[in-house]
């Protein structure tokens, strides 16, 4: 293979291959916060959720930079980019093939955080009906409390 192919070939991958680690570091940070939900451990669930936004952030960055290097990529191949993971895979090149192996697992990645993600934004929010409910019933118990010590004060100053 040309050495510029290579080379970009090679950039591709980087980047991929980081992706993927990201996309690993989301799945983790996502299990552990259903995890400190479910303990009730709400500082750490905040800090996860923040974890799993910075990644996101430097996901959408790679996204970009991969965006980029593709379309150089086939560019330089002289294909049309919607072909390139095609031609890439009838090339039988061992750096073609790997990225072509990268795309899919990332692709399989992606597709498994999106019900797992569901779930935790769903358990987040019976969490927060569940602590609502619970806002409003010390609140009425507050009232009642309150009631009572101004009843208390009234009868005690008789």
């Given at each position: 293979?040309?050495?510029?192919?290579?080379?970009?070939?090679?950039?591709?991958?980087?980047?991929?291959?980081?992706?993927?680690?990201?996309?690993?570091?989301?799945?983790?940070?996502?299990?552990?916060?259903?995890?400190?939900?479910?303990?009730?451990?709400?500082?750490?669930?905040?800090?996860s959720i923040e974890t799993?936004?910075?990644?996101?952030?430097?996901?959408?960055?790679?996204?970009?930079?991969?965006?980029?290097?593709?379309?150089?990529?086939a560019r330089t191949l002289?294909?049309?980019?919607?072909?390139?993971?095609?031609?890439?895979?009838?090339?039988?090149?061992?750096?073609?093939?790997?990225?072509?192996?990268?795309?899919?697992?990332?692709?399989?990645?992606?597709?498994?955080?999106?019900?797992?993600?569901?779930?935790?934004?769903?358990?987040?929010?019976?969490?927060?009906?569940?602590?609502?409910?619970?806002?409003?019933?010390?609140?009425?118990?507050?009232?009642?409390?309150?009631?009572?010590?101004?009843?208390?004060?009234?009868?005690?100053?008789?």
């Open positions: 293979m040309r050495d510029d192919v290579e080379h970009l070939l090679q950039r591709f991958s980087e980047i991929l291959t980081r992706k993927l680690t990201l996309l690993r570091s989301i799945r983790t940070e996502e299990n552990n916060g259903r995890y400190y939900l479910t303990c009730g451990d709400l500082d750490r669930l905040a800090s799993c936004s910075e990644l996101v952030i430097e996901i959408d960055a790679l996204d970009y930079d991969a965006s980029g290097t593709r379309s150089a990529l002289g294909v049309p980019e919607e072909s390139l993971v095609a031609f890439l895979r009838s090339s039988g090149e061992e750096s073609a093939l790997k990225t072509v192996s990268l795309l899919s697992i990332i692709a399989a990645q992606t597709r498994a955080l999106a019900p797992e993600h569901e779930r935790l934004l769903a358990l987040m929010e019976a969490k927060r009906v569940e602590m609502e409910r619970e806002k409003r019933s010390l609140e009425s118990f507050g009232r009642v409390l309150g009631a009572g010590e101004i009843k208390g004060r009234r009868d005690s100053s008789s």
